[in-house]
Protein backbone atom coordinates (compact mmCIF):
# COMPACT_ATOMS: atom_id res chain seq x y z
CA UNK A 1 0.00 0.00 0.00
CA UNK A 2 1.37 3.22 -0.81
CA UNK A 3 1.71 6.05 1.55
CA UNK A 4 -1.46 7.84 -0.04
CA UNK A 5 -3.39 4.92 0.47
CA UNK A 6 -5.11 5.01 -2.69
CA UNK A 7 -3.30 2.03 -4.22
CA UNK A 8 -3.47 -1.61 -2.88
CA UNK A 9 -1.34 -4.51 -4.34
CA UNK A 10 -2.69 -8.25 -2.87
CA UNK A 11 -0.98 -11.25 -3.76
CA UNK A 12 -2.03 -15.05 -2.67
CA UNK A 13 -1.24 -18.61 -2.72
CA UNK A 14 -3.20 -21.46 -1.45
CA UNK A 15 -3.37 -25.45 -1.89
CA UNK A 16 -6.48 -27.35 -0.77
CA UNK A 17 -7.15 -31.26 -0.18
CA UNK A 18 -10.67 -32.30 -1.18
CA UNK A 19 -10.79 -35.93 0.17
CA UNK A 20 -13.22 -37.84 -1.79
CA UNK A 21 -16.72 -38.05 0.39
CA UNK A 22 -19.56 -40.64 0.23
CA UNK A 23 -21.26 -38.45 -2.26
CA UNK A 24 -21.70 -38.11 -6.13
CA UNK A 25 -23.37 -41.66 -5.86
CA UNK A 26 -21.55 -43.02 -2.91
CA UNK A 27 -18.26 -43.33 -5.14
CA UNK A 28 -16.13 -45.00 -2.57
CA UNK A 29 -18.76 -48.06 -1.51
CA UNK A 30 -19.25 -48.89 -5.08
CA UNK A 31 -16.57 -51.52 -5.82
CA UNK A 32 -17.07 -54.61 -6.66
CA UNK A 33 -18.34 -57.16 -4.81
CA UNK A 34 -20.43 -54.92 -2.80
CA UNK A 35 -21.70 -52.66 -5.20
CA UNK A 36 -23.02 -53.87 -8.91
CA UNK A 37 -26.41 -53.45 -10.90
CA UNK A 38 -28.56 -55.98 -12.26
CA UNK A 39 -31.10 -55.59 -14.86
CA UNK A 40 -34.96 -57.04 -14.17
CA UNK A 41 -37.35 -57.09 -17.37
CA UNK A 42 -41.30 -58.19 -16.89
CA UNK A 43 -42.60 -59.86 -19.96
CA UNK A 44 -44.86 -57.58 -22.36
CA UNK A 45 -47.72 -60.05 -23.26
CA UNK A 46 -47.79 -63.00 -20.25
CA UNK A 47 -49.99 -65.65 -20.86
CA UNK A 48 -49.80 -66.77 -17.44
CA UNK A 49 -50.99 -63.90 -14.71
CA UNK A 50 -50.28 -65.73 -11.73
CA UNK A 51 -48.24 -63.84 -8.96
CA UNK A 52 -44.33 -65.93 -10.08
CA UNK A 53 -45.27 -64.44 -13.70
CA UNK A 54 -46.84 -60.49 -13.48
CA UNK A 55 -44.87 -58.33 -10.36
CA UNK A 56 -47.75 -57.38 -8.18
CA UNK A 57 -47.83 -53.81 -5.90
CA UNK A 58 -47.59 -56.19 -2.80
CA UNK A 59 -44.14 -57.88 -4.44
CA UNK A 60 -43.02 -55.75 -7.38
CA UNK A 61 -40.11 -57.73 -7.84
CA UNK A 62 -39.28 -61.65 -8.08
CA UNK A 63 -37.02 -63.49 -5.57
CA UNK A 64 -33.34 -61.91 -6.70
CA UNK A 65 -30.61 -63.68 -6.33
CA UNK A 66 -27.61 -61.15 -5.28
CA UNK A 67 -24.83 -61.40 -7.50
CA UNK A 68 -21.55 -60.75 -6.02
CA UNK A 69 -19.28 -62.51 -8.50
CA UNK A 70 -15.24 -62.77 -6.64
CA UNK A 71 -13.44 -64.13 -9.34
CA UNK A 72 -13.08 -63.97 -13.50
CA UNK A 73 -15.68 -66.72 -14.59
CA UNK A 74 -18.28 -65.28 -12.51
CA UNK A 75 -18.08 -61.82 -13.42
CA UNK A 76 -18.14 -63.02 -17.33
CA UNK A 77 -21.14 -65.35 -16.47
CA UNK A 78 -22.69 -62.80 -14.85
CA UNK A 79 -22.13 -59.47 -16.75
CA UNK A 80 -22.73 -56.87 -13.96
CA UNK A 81 -22.64 -53.31 -14.42
CA UNK A 82 -18.81 -53.15 -13.24
CA UNK A 83 -17.76 -50.07 -10.45
CA UNK A 84 -14.06 -50.26 -9.42
CA UNK A 85 -11.67 -47.67 -7.98
CA UNK A 86 -7.95 -47.18 -8.78
CA UNK A 87 -5.36 -48.72 -6.08
CA UNK A 88 -3.36 -45.14 -6.46
CA UNK A 89 -6.18 -43.24 -4.36
CA UNK A 90 -4.41 -40.29 -4.47
CA UNK A 91 -6.00 -37.46 -2.67
CA UNK A 92 -7.52 -34.13 -5.35
CA UNK A 93 -6.13 -31.01 -4.32
CA UNK A 94 -6.67 -27.24 -5.91
CA UNK A 95 -3.70 -24.76 -6.29
CA UNK A 96 -5.45 -21.24 -6.97
CA UNK A 97 -3.63 -18.25 -7.05
CA UNK A 98 -4.45 -14.38 -7.43
CA UNK A 99 -2.43 -10.93 -7.90
CA UNK A 100 -4.65 -8.25 -7.62
CA UNK A 101 -4.61 -4.33 -8.10
CA UNK A 102 -6.78 -1.92 -6.62
CA UNK A 103 -6.75 1.67 -6.67
CA UNK A 104 -9.52 4.82 -5.14
CA UNK A 105 -10.06 6.66 -7.74
CA UNK A 106 -12.89 9.08 -5.52
CA UNK A 107 -13.73 8.87 -2.26
CA UNK A 108 -16.56 6.49 -2.77
CA UNK A 109 -15.42 4.99 -6.50
CA UNK A 110 -12.73 2.17 -6.49
CA UNK A 111 -11.43 0.15 -9.59
CA UNK A 112 -9.72 -2.99 -9.10
CA UNK A 113 -7.65 -5.41 -11.93
CA UNK A 114 -6.69 -8.96 -11.32
CA UNK A 115 -5.10 -11.74 -12.47
CA UNK A 116 -6.37 -15.35 -11.27
CA UNK A 117 -5.68 -18.80 -11.68
CA UNK A 118 -5.79 -22.22 -10.29
CA UNK A 119 -4.31 -25.79 -11.05
CA UNK A 120 -6.60 -29.11 -9.88
CA UNK A 121 -4.55 -32.03 -9.67
CA UNK A 122 -5.74 -35.95 -8.85
CA UNK A 123 -8.98 -35.12 -9.79
CA UNK A 124 -11.49 -38.27 -10.45
CA UNK A 125 -13.24 -39.08 -13.55
CA UNK A 126 -14.76 -42.49 -14.35
CA UNK A 127 -14.24 -44.17 -17.45
CA UNK A 128 -14.93 -47.76 -19.53
CA UNK A 129 -11.94 -49.61 -18.97
CA UNK A 130 -13.26 -52.20 -21.03
CA UNK A 131 -14.80 -50.53 -24.32
CA UNK A 132 -14.64 -52.30 -27.65
CA UNK A 133 -11.79 -50.72 -29.78
CA UNK A 134 -12.14 -49.93 -33.38
CA UNK A 135 -11.80 -53.04 -35.98
CA UNK A 136 -13.52 -55.91 -37.04
CA UNK A 137 -14.58 -59.13 -35.40
CA UNK A 138 -17.22 -59.53 -32.61
CA UNK A 139 -17.00 -57.02 -29.55
CA UNK A 140 -15.98 -59.15 -27.31
CA UNK A 141 -12.80 -59.57 -29.11
CA UNK A 142 -12.34 -56.30 -29.08
CA UNK A 143 -12.72 -55.64 -25.81
CA UNK A 144 -9.52 -53.78 -23.89
CA UNK A 145 -9.59 -56.61 -20.94
CA UNK A 146 -9.98 -59.80 -22.85
CA UNK A 147 -10.39 -61.94 -20.29
CA UNK A 148 -13.38 -60.18 -18.91
CA UNK A 149 -14.42 -60.24 -22.61
CA UNK A 150 -18.09 -60.48 -21.60
CA UNK A 151 -18.35 -57.97 -18.96
CA UNK A 152 -20.17 -55.06 -21.01
CA UNK A 153 -19.01 -52.18 -18.65
CA UNK A 154 -16.22 -51.54 -16.01
CA UNK A 155 -16.57 -48.32 -14.75
CA UNK A 156 -13.10 -47.30 -13.24
CA UNK A 157 -13.00 -44.02 -11.17
CA UNK A 158 -9.58 -43.10 -11.77
CA UNK A 159 -7.51 -39.57 -10.23
CA UNK A 160 -5.72 -38.56 -13.27
CA UNK A 161 -7.59 -36.15 -14.08
CA UNK A 162 -6.73 -32.47 -13.91
CA UNK A 163 -7.46 -28.69 -14.85
CA UNK A 164 -6.75 -25.38 -14.86
CA UNK A 165 -7.95 -21.78 -14.84
CA UNK A 166 -7.10 -18.72 -15.85
CA UNK A 167 -8.82 -15.73 -15.63
CA UNK A 168 -8.53 -11.53 -15.79
CA UNK A 169 -11.07 -9.82 -13.59
CA UNK A 170 -12.04 -6.14 -13.68
CA UNK A 171 -14.08 -4.49 -10.96
CA UNK A 172 -15.48 -0.87 -10.50
CA UNK A 173 -17.38 -0.28 -7.07
CA UNK A 174 -19.20 2.70 -5.98
CA UNK A 175 -20.10 2.64 -2.99
CA UNK A 176 -23.86 4.37 -1.97
CA UNK A 177 -23.22 8.18 -2.75
CA UNK A 178 -25.61 11.20 -4.07
CA UNK A 179 -28.26 8.37 -3.82
CA UNK A 180 -26.52 5.74 -6.19
CA UNK A 181 -24.89 2.58 -5.41
CA UNK A 182 -23.75 0.05 -8.18
CA UNK A 183 -20.87 -2.87 -8.76
CA UNK A 184 -19.62 -3.12 -11.96
CA UNK A 185 -17.71 -6.76 -13.19
CA UNK A 186 -16.23 -8.43 -15.61
CA UNK A 187 -14.39 -11.93 -16.31
CA UNK A 188 -12.09 -13.14 -19.38
CA UNK A 189 -11.50 -16.38 -18.43
CA UNK A 190 -10.83 -20.11 -19.53
CA UNK A 191 -10.60 -23.22 -17.85
CA UNK A 192 -9.79 -26.67 -19.38
CA UNK A 193 -9.63 -30.58 -17.92
CA UNK A 194 -9.47 -33.79 -19.55
CA UNK A 195 -12.74 -35.10 -18.82
CA UNK A 196 -15.91 -34.23 -16.54
CA UNK A 197 -16.29 -35.02 -13.22
CA UNK A 198 -18.39 -37.88 -12.11
CA UNK A 199 -21.08 -36.05 -10.87
CA UNK A 200 -21.82 -33.85 -13.33
CA UNK A 201 -20.56 -35.85 -16.45
CA UNK A 202 -18.77 -32.47 -17.99
CA UNK A 203 -21.59 -30.84 -19.19
CA UNK A 204 -22.79 -30.84 -23.14
CA UNK A 205 -18.67 -31.70 -23.34
CA UNK A 206 -18.33 -34.68 -21.60
CA UNK A 207 -15.61 -37.04 -21.24
CA UNK A 208 -12.70 -38.50 -23.60
CA UNK A 209 -13.63 -40.04 -27.04
CA UNK A 210 -11.93 -43.18 -25.88
CA UNK A 211 -10.36 -43.88 -22.50
CA UNK A 212 -7.37 -45.57 -24.56
CA UNK A 213 -6.92 -41.48 -25.68
CA UNK A 214 -7.07 -39.70 -22.29
CA UNK A 215 -4.11 -37.67 -22.98
CA UNK A 216 -5.47 -36.04 -26.45
CA UNK A 217 -8.54 -35.10 -24.26
CA UNK A 218 -7.51 -32.11 -23.00
CA UNK A 219 -10.26 -29.36 -24.18
CA UNK A 220 -12.82 -26.76 -21.96
CA UNK A 221 -14.09 -27.60 -18.98
CA UNK A 222 -18.09 -28.18 -19.69
CA UNK A 223 -18.46 -25.22 -17.19
CA UNK A 224 -16.15 -22.78 -19.32
CA UNK A 225 -17.46 -19.39 -20.08
CA UNK A 226 -15.05 -17.28 -21.77
CA UNK A 227 -16.91 -13.55 -21.19
CA UNK A 228 -19.10 -12.27 -18.35
CA UNK A 229 -19.97 -9.03 -17.26
CA UNK A 230 -22.19 -8.39 -14.54
CA UNK A 231 -23.70 -4.87 -13.40
CA UNK A 232 -25.91 -4.28 -10.22
CA UNK A 233 -27.34 -1.36 -8.91
CA UNK A 234 -29.80 0.65 -6.21
CA UNK A 235 -30.53 4.01 -6.99
CA UNK A 236 -32.86 6.55 -5.00
CA UNK A 237 -35.19 8.22 -7.45
CA UNK A 238 -34.07 11.93 -7.21
CA UNK A 239 -37.67 12.82 -6.54
CA UNK A 240 -38.96 14.79 -3.36
CA UNK A 241 -37.28 16.92 -0.60
CA UNK A 242 -33.08 17.32 -0.74
CA UNK A 243 -33.71 16.16 -4.46
CA UNK A 244 -33.69 17.71 -7.76
CA UNK A 245 -36.80 16.88 -8.71
CA UNK A 246 -40.70 17.25 -7.38
CA UNK A 247 -39.47 19.03 -4.19
CA UNK A 248 -42.73 20.16 -3.35
CA UNK A 249 -46.01 20.41 -4.86
CA UNK A 250 -48.82 17.41 -5.73
CA UNK A 251 -45.92 15.11 -7.36
CA UNK A 252 -43.58 14.74 -4.46
CA UNK A 253 -46.15 12.47 -2.15
CA UNK A 254 -46.46 10.22 -5.14
CA UNK A 255 -42.87 10.50 -6.58
CA UNK A 256 -40.51 10.92 -3.00
CA UNK A 257 -38.87 8.03 -1.41
CA UNK A 258 -38.80 4.95 -4.52
CA UNK A 259 -35.80 2.94 -5.27
CA UNK A 260 -35.36 1.03 -8.26
CA UNK A 261 -32.55 -1.72 -8.36
CA UNK A 262 -31.63 -4.35 -10.98
CA UNK A 263 -29.19 -6.97 -11.88
CA UNK A 264 -27.59 -6.59 -15.74
CA UNK A 265 -26.08 -10.07 -16.61
CA UNK A 266 -24.23 -10.75 -20.01
CA UNK A 267 -22.59 -14.26 -20.50
CA UNK A 268 -20.93 -16.54 -23.34
CA UNK A 269 -22.47 -19.58 -23.74
CA UNK A 270 -20.59 -23.16 -22.81
CA UNK A 271 -18.78 -25.34 -24.77
CA UNK A 272 -20.21 -28.43 -26.52
CA UNK A 273 -18.53 -31.92 -28.51
CA UNK A 274 -19.90 -32.55 -31.94
CA UNK A 275 -20.74 -36.22 -31.58
CA UNK A 276 -21.63 -38.56 -34.83
CA UNK A 277 -25.32 -39.95 -34.98
CA UNK A 278 -24.38 -43.44 -36.57
CA UNK A 279 -20.68 -44.43 -35.54
CA UNK A 280 -18.81 -46.27 -37.92
CA UNK A 281 -16.12 -47.92 -35.68
CA UNK A 282 -17.80 -51.34 -34.87
CA UNK A 283 -19.61 -50.81 -31.71
CA UNK A 284 -16.62 -48.94 -30.46
CA UNK A 285 -16.27 -44.95 -29.47
CA UNK A 286 -16.78 -42.47 -32.68
CA UNK A 287 -16.40 -38.93 -33.33
CA UNK A 288 -15.94 -36.89 -36.80
CA UNK A 289 -13.40 -35.69 -38.31
CA UNK A 290 -13.35 -31.98 -38.18
CA UNK A 291 -12.26 -31.03 -41.65
CA UNK A 292 -13.37 -26.98 -41.35
CA UNK A 293 -13.71 -24.35 -38.34
CA UNK A 294 -17.73 -24.83 -37.28
CA UNK A 295 -18.63 -21.90 -36.62
CA UNK A 296 -20.98 -19.32 -38.13
CA UNK A 297 -20.82 -16.10 -39.11
CA UNK A 298 -24.36 -15.78 -38.57
CA UNK A 299 -25.89 -18.48 -36.36
CA UNK A 300 -29.43 -18.88 -35.77
CA UNK A 301 -31.19 -21.21 -33.67
CA UNK A 302 -32.53 -23.22 -36.63
CA UNK A 303 -28.67 -23.75 -37.64
CA UNK A 304 -26.07 -22.67 -34.93
CA UNK A 305 -22.77 -24.46 -36.26
CA UNK A 306 -21.89 -25.60 -39.81
CA UNK A 307 -22.78 -29.42 -40.14
CA UNK A 308 -20.05 -29.62 -42.75
CA UNK A 309 -17.46 -29.02 -40.91
CA UNK A 310 -17.69 -32.20 -39.66
CA UNK A 311 -17.84 -35.68 -41.16
CA UNK A 312 -16.98 -39.15 -40.43
CA UNK A 313 -14.01 -40.56 -40.46
CA UNK A 314 -12.46 -43.84 -41.93
CA UNK A 315 -14.06 -46.96 -40.92
CA UNK A 316 -12.46 -48.39 -37.74
CA UNK A 317 -10.53 -45.16 -37.31
CA UNK A 318 -11.28 -42.39 -34.45
CA UNK A 319 -11.96 -39.04 -34.96
CA UNK A 320 -9.69 -36.35 -34.97
CA UNK A 321 -12.24 -33.37 -33.60
CA UNK A 322 -11.95 -32.92 -29.78
CA UNK A 323 -13.56 -31.86 -27.01
CA UNK A 324 -15.63 -28.57 -26.81
CA UNK A 325 -14.58 -27.31 -29.92
CA UNK A 326 -17.98 -24.99 -30.40
CA UNK A 327 -20.18 -22.90 -27.68
CA UNK A 328 -23.68 -22.63 -27.15
CA UNK A 329 -25.22 -19.40 -27.59
CA UNK A 330 -24.65 -16.68 -24.45
CA UNK A 331 -27.18 -15.39 -22.20
CA UNK A 332 -28.57 -11.99 -21.62
CA UNK A 333 -31.12 -11.51 -18.70
CA UNK A 334 -31.74 -8.05 -17.16
CA UNK A 335 -33.98 -8.50 -13.89
CA UNK A 336 -35.21 -4.75 -12.22
CA UNK A 337 -36.82 -3.86 -8.71
CA UNK A 338 -38.68 -0.86 -8.02
CA UNK A 339 -39.68 -0.61 -4.02
CA UNK A 340 -41.40 2.05 -1.69
CA UNK A 341 -41.35 2.56 1.73
CA UNK A 342 -44.56 3.91 3.59
CA UNK A 343 -43.95 5.07 7.21
CA UNK A 344 -47.59 4.76 8.85
CA UNK A 345 -47.69 5.79 12.72
CA UNK A 346 -44.97 3.19 14.30
CA UNK A 347 -45.08 0.76 11.85
CA UNK A 348 -43.13 0.77 8.11
CA UNK A 349 -44.67 -0.73 4.68
CA UNK A 350 -42.76 -1.52 1.81
CA UNK A 351 -44.26 -2.23 -1.34
CA UNK A 352 -42.15 -3.98 -3.88
CA UNK A 353 -42.52 -4.69 -7.83
CA UNK A 354 -39.79 -7.50 -9.00
CA UNK A 355 -39.10 -7.94 -12.68
CA UNK A 356 -36.87 -10.75 -14.02
CA UNK A 357 -35.74 -11.34 -17.54
CA UNK A 358 -37.36 -8.05 -18.29
CA UNK A 359 -37.37 -7.80 -21.89
CA UNK A 360 -38.15 -11.73 -22.06
CA UNK A 361 -35.06 -12.79 -23.80
CA UNK A 362 -34.80 -16.25 -24.65
CA UNK A 363 -31.76 -18.12 -23.04
CA UNK A 364 -31.02 -20.92 -25.74
CA UNK A 365 -29.68 -24.39 -24.79
CA UNK A 366 -27.36 -26.20 -26.81
CA UNK A 367 -27.78 -27.58 -30.78
CA UNK A 368 -28.22 -31.33 -31.68
CA UNK A 369 -24.32 -32.03 -31.42
CA UNK A 370 -25.20 -35.51 -33.94
CA UNK A 371 -23.81 -35.52 -37.35
CA UNK A 372 -26.00 -37.06 -39.82
CA UNK A 373 -28.91 -36.32 -37.73
CA UNK A 374 -32.05 -34.77 -39.50
CA UNK A 375 -31.95 -31.57 -37.04
CA UNK A 376 -28.09 -31.82 -36.64
CA UNK A 377 -27.39 -27.52 -35.39
CA UNK A 378 -30.81 -26.69 -34.36
CA UNK A 379 -32.01 -25.48 -31.05
CA UNK A 380 -34.79 -26.81 -29.43
CA UNK A 381 -34.36 -25.85 -25.50
CA UNK A 382 -33.56 -23.11 -23.37
CA UNK A 383 -31.40 -22.98 -19.93
CA UNK A 384 -33.64 -20.32 -18.61
CA UNK A 385 -36.90 -18.70 -17.43
CA UNK A 386 -39.08 -16.66 -19.67
CA UNK A 387 -39.69 -13.06 -18.02
CA UNK A 388 -41.72 -13.14 -14.58
CA UNK A 389 -42.79 -10.50 -12.04
CA UNK A 390 -44.00 -10.11 -8.64
CA UNK A 391 -45.17 -7.78 -6.30
CA UNK A 392 -44.83 -7.67 -2.59
CA UNK A 393 -45.82 -6.11 0.86
CA UNK A 394 -43.94 -6.12 3.72
CA UNK A 395 -44.69 -4.92 7.29
CA UNK A 396 -42.06 -3.87 9.36
CA UNK A 397 -43.10 -3.01 13.28
Known sequence: MTGDAKNVLRAGYGRSFFPVPYAAGNLLDQNVPD????????????LDFSPSRVPRLSNPFPPIVPVKP????ALNTANPLVFGHAFSNETP????????????????LMAEVAYAGSKGSNLIWVGNINEVQPGPGTQASRRLIQPLSNV????????NNRSSYHGLQVKVNQRFARGLQYLASYTFGKSLDYAGSPASGGGAVGGPQS??????????SG??????????????????ADHGLARSGLLRPILQDWQFGGIVTLSTGRPFTVFLNTGVNNGAPSWPD?????????????????????????????????RGVLYAPGTQTVDVTLSRTFPINRFRVQFRADAFNLFNTPQFGFPNQNIGSPTVGRITTTIG????????????F
Open 211 to 220: VTLFEQSKGP
Open 70 to 73: RGTA
Open 152 to 159: VTINYFDT
Open 385 to 396: DNRSMQFALKLD
Open 35 to 46: SISQNYSVETNP
Open 93 to 108: HMDTWQVSYERQLTNT
Open 290 to 322: RIGDGRLDKPTVDLWFDPAAFVAPAPNHYGTSG
Open 223 to 240: FDVKHRFVLSWVWALPFG
